[in-house]
């Protein structure tokens, strides 16, 4: 009865996001209030029903209802509770069905928070959001109904993927999947924008604030996948340039364009018709990031279920939202007038190089990870290959670095117009010092690369640069220091803090890249292996029993200068219902780095091969992109939005009324 | 105006490619076993393991070869539409019971029905390599004069049951 | 006239940024794209000497041997025609086993034994990778023409 009721609730959102997609958008072209009025309760009624629906779903799986297929492929009942929960996103039909469920959740956000937009402005957009949620029903109720039942009911499920029982795969899906989707709101300003004719300060000041949270989600989303990949594939890595990985990364490198862009489009009125093309491009890459996972044209190590009928459905839904909004992009861009002028140097200017950089690497990006599906195509499936990690590595480095130089400079050159003599007195000491600091450095830590040294003067010189643009910043204020600090707008210190996440993140990756230590070997109890200024003693394996599992459980014991410190406990699990084995390495984290113990497989009786590794400053990495995101909320919380939107009321007001 | 239609273009062109990718899923690889005579083998069977079976004894009929497993999660998936088509037609299917434990195996059919006319043990999968299996389940539609015709990878579905396999092998029967 | 200097510097200072990217793409392919082979392939040196691919097929049945320092494993790769015997230090992925499907990536040597560097096996039970599963169709292509001449 319950998944039925779930079915149903799927139908009536799809019959209410017809409407929505088309009567307020009718409404707003010719006027029709009544019409336009409709596209708020729709979207309440939209998203009560598919929460109805998820929660119908997350029912059958709590309640282990063999009698659904989604169920019994996913999950198993010695699956603890909540992993059973997680198991409902785990699926290819689960997880779209999420997707539809954060759409209609930003959906409610806009009409909630945004009801001081005008009429017009606010109908387009519920409208055209309410079209991508008419696609995404459709491809659930044709192609991957979550809901579909199994007759005779199986006694047994098969069980979720070993890989994703970790909490890491509880929240990764719905962060990402709220950044996926977040960027749809940014889409549906933009088309409204263009439908309207109406592309200024005002449609930029509108989109900012969702365009950032929606960032904020996809860096959180991404940080947990990469720190779920660093603790459950037990290879010690954290980033693998997977096309899965990929399709995540280019619609954030897209998205961090667009959230520089948008700020010049607000302030200064530029780059209009950029900032739109922007938009639509973020979210066109969100939805062919979802494409390209789940219609299994590209190999991966995510290997989700797949099925070329649903690629074909998804494909043709990609034609008609990124072709149409490229279209009308195309139509209506020539009308948009360029905007506020600025010189060739100038904070414009310096952002307007950010944003070409971070899209040339995107493009990069998405060449490296189509490029083998082009060749597959073009040599009729005869010519395979594969593009690795060396190739992203040698194509992004270079492109990111002038990035993050620039980064540097960007936030104290004056809008409008600047001077390279001004801005050299302002930053030549943050520059000598860092460059300094990145020769110094790995004198003390010895060795070292050029690529050490690149990345520790991009880090020094992103925090030094940062010391200068505070400094500069609270001059002209009065007051004790820390006065002067707290006058600062919310949205200013965001932006500081996600400079010094990217600062910190950088750093992370140089060092860990350069001095990590990894060995695998055979050890015997008793046997001792050092690394890292850590002797590593094997003292031998136990059986051990989990709720749906069996283990070899190892112990490690850590020793420095001859005393114990640390047990890590290593296991090589086998899962009753797959059978499948599964490595769970343990690791122990500190702020200067990781200890990390898997095991490889038992050797004879008495040995086991065992990798060990020594990773100083990985969790740098995640601390960077923590830092970023919380500077993109601190962003969020600035006074400004919540003024404007009350201000607004009353420019509304005035404006209409009637 | 031209310019601003230069991202369409990039996306046409992409588009393209991506629907050229789609029909090169390398999940449907045409199998080279097609219109080729069915692999010879012997192998004993699953629930009387002293007798032998060999695809020369079906001359002369259509029948269906189904490779599947116990361990395998897609079968389970499939295996009612199999169960029903035992029910309904009067085609024989043979289960290619591939890398599986016999015990596992018969405990399975007994659990969720046994559709086939017969099963035979592949536990160590070399028959399976000489029908070119590279994930179970995978389905053969063999006509009467033992040449392979159709190859299902993965679970079959309804679509293909009505779309292909059904017509194909009325088509067969009246050749 | 000045209005129209700046958009030229900007336009120029934008190819000159594409130009770069394109380059440091097609060296990064030229140097970093890995080739796929079938172990019919390479027992017939149909490859690239000297340089790191890849190769796919089937793990044999009884061919994983393990060295005596635990470590280093030897095991053949079939397309179910032709074989390639396969060196590997390091620890096998979860989900290596024999009779499935593998893919590694490294270079062969003289002696015909192909080294690798990294062993790649499927997160997933039901399939083996596509370029192993590519590897037997075309093996299986090429004998059946043979023995159809």
Excluded at chain 1, 580 to 590: D, F, Q, R
Excluded at chain 2, 21 to 27: A, E, I, Q, S, T
């Amino acid at each position: 009865m319950i998944p039925e009721i779930g079915q149903l609730a799927l139908i009536l959102a799809l019959l209410l996001a017809i409407v929505q997609g088309t009567l307020p958008l009718l409404g707003a072209q010719r006027g029709i209030r009544a019409w336009m009025a409709l596209s708020r309760p729709l979207a309440a009624g939209q998203f009560l029903f598919v929460a109805i629906a998820f929660l119908c779903l997350a029912w059958s799986f709590l309640t282990s209802d063999f009698s659904v297929l989604n169920v019994v492929n996913n999950s198993n009942s010695r699956l603890p509770a909540h992993y059973r929960i997680a198991a409902s996103w785990g699926s290819h039909e689960g997880s779209i069905l999420l997707w539809v469920l954060m759409l209609s959740l930003w959906m409610q956000a806009v009409s909630v928070f945004s009801r001081s937009l005008p009429r017009e402005v606010l109908a387009r957009v519920l409208s055209v959001m309410g079209l991508v949620s008419v696609g995404f029903l459709l491809f659930l109720l044709l192609t991957s109904n979550p809901f579909e039942r199994l007759s005779p009911p199986a006694a047994e499920g098969n069980d979720l993927n070993p890989l994703l029982q970790d909490p890491g795969m509880v929240a990764h899906p719905p962060m990402l999947y709220m950044g996926y989707v977040g960027f749809s709101v940014a889409f549906a300003f933009a088309i409204a924008a263009l439908l309207g004719g109406r592309l200024d300060a005002t449609w930029a000041r509108w989109s900012r604030p969702w365009t950032t949270a929606a960032w904020c989600f996809l860096t959180l989303g991404i940080l947990i996948g990469s720190w779920w990949a660093y603790n459950e594939l037990g290879w010690g890595g954290w980033w693998f340039w997977d096309p899965v990985e990929n399709a995540s990364f280019m619609p954030w490198l897209v998205g961090t364009a667009l959230v520089h862009s948008l700020a010049v489009t607000e302030k200064r009125g530029a780059f209009r018709r950029w900032t739109v093309l922007l938009a639509i491009c973020a979210f066109s890459l969100s939805l062919l990031g979802t494409f390209l996972v789940r219609s299994g044209v590209l190999t991966s190590v995510h290997a989700f279920a797949t099925d070329p009928e649903r690629g074909l459905f998804i494909l043709v839904f990609l034609a008609i939202v990124i072709g149409g909004a490229l279209l009308l992009f195309a139509l209506r861009a020539p009308q948009v007038s360029g905007g506020g002028r600025f010189e060739s140097i100038s904070r414009e200017s310096f952002l307007l190089a950010n944003n070409v950089l971070l899209i040339v690497a995107a493009g990069s990006v998405l060449l490296g990870t189509l490029y083998p599906l082009v060749l597959d195509a073009l040599s009729g499936g005869q010519t395979k290959i594969s593009v690795g990690p060396p190739y992203f590595e040698a194509v992004f480095v270079p492109l990111m670095s002038p990035m993050v130089f620039l980064m540097g400079i960007g936030p104290v050159a004056r809008w409008k117009q600047a001077t390279l003599p001004e801005l050299w007195t302002l930053l030549r000491w943050a520059f000598a010092t860092s460059l300094v600091a990145a020769v110094l450095v790995p004198l003390v830590t010895g060795g070292g690369s050029w690529g050490l040294r690149l990345g520790l003067f991009l880090a020094f010189w992103i925090l030094a640069a940062t010391v200068v643009n505070i400094r500069e910043r609270i001059r002209n204020f009065r007051g004790a220091v820390h006065e002067r600090l707290a006058m600062q707008p919310r949205a200013w210190w965001g932006m500081i803090l996600a400079h010094l996440g990217v600062a910190v993140f950088i750093a992370g990756v140089t060092v860990v890249g350069t001095y990590e230590t990894e060995r695998d070997v055979r050890m015997a109890v008793g046997d001792t292996v050092e690394m890292g200024g850590h002797v590593f003693r094997f003292d031998g394996t136990t059986e051990a029993t989990g709720p749906n599992y069996r283990a070899a459980r190892g112990t490690v014991t850590v020793l420095r200068d001859g005393r114990e410190v640390l047990t890590l406990h290593p296991e090589k699990r086998t899962y009753n219902a797959s059978g499948m084995a599964m490595t769970e390495a343990a690791i122990s984290t500190g702020v200067l780095g990781d200890l990390y113990v898997s095991l490889g497989e038992p050797i004879d009786a008495q040995s086991w091969s065992v990798r060990v590794y020594h990773k100083p400053l990985v969790t740098w990495i995640w601390s960077g992109c923590v830092l970023m995101a919380l500077g993109g909320l601190l962003a969020l919380t600035d006074r400004r939005y919540r003024l404007r939107s009350t201000r607004q009321q009353r420019a509304a007001a005035v404006i209409s009324p009637a | 105006m031209s310019r601003f239609l230069l991202p369409f273009g990039v996306f046409l062109v992409l588009l393209g490619f991506l629907f050229v990718g789609l029909k090169l899923n390398p999940r449907e690889v045409p199998s080279p076993l097609i219109g080729k005579p069915v692999p010879e083998f012997t192998l004993p069977q699953l629930h009387e393991p002293a007798k032998a079976f060999s695809p020369q004894s079906m001359r002369g009929r259509v029948w269906l070869l189904n490779v599947w497993a116990s361990w395998c999660v897609s079968c389970r998936d499939e295996h009612p539409l199999l169960v029903d088509f035992a029910k309904n037609h009067q085609v024989a299917i043979v289960g290619l019971n591939y890398k599986d434990k016999p015990d596992d195996a018969q405990a399975w059919l007994a659990q969720l029905g046994d559709p086939y006319t017969l099963s035979v043990s592949d536990l160590e999968g070399r028959v399976g390599i000489d029908f070119g299996v590279y994930g179970v389940p995978e389905t053969f539609v063999i006509d009467k004069q033992g040449v392979i015709r159709y190859k299902q990878i993965g679970a079959v579905t309804v679509d293909a049951l009505q779309g292909k396999i059904l017509p194909l092998i009325r088509e067969l029967d009246q050749g | 006239m000045k209005a129209r200097h700046k958009r030229g510097l900007l336009i120029a200072s934008g190819v000159l940024v594409l130009a770069v990217a394109a380059g440091l793409v097609l060296s990064a392919f030229q140097k970093n794209l890995v080739f796929f082979f079938t172990p019919s392939q390479v027992v017939a040196r149909e490859v690239p000497v000297g340089k790191p691919f890849r190769i796919g097929g089937m793990v044999a049945e009884r061919s994983l041997q393990r060295e005596r320092d635990g470590l280093t494993v030897r095991f053949v790769v079939t397309d179910t025609v032709k074989s390639v015997p396969v060196q590997y230090t390091g620890i096998l992925p979860d989900l290596f086993k024999e009779g499935q499907g593998v893919v590694a990536q490294g270079k062969v040597g003289d002696d015909g034994v192909f080294v690798a560097t990294e062993v790649l096996a499927k997160h997933d039970e039901n399939y083996m990778p596509p370029e192993a599963a590519h590897a037997v169709e075309q093996a299986q292509n090429a004998q059946k023409t043979l023995i159809g001449n």
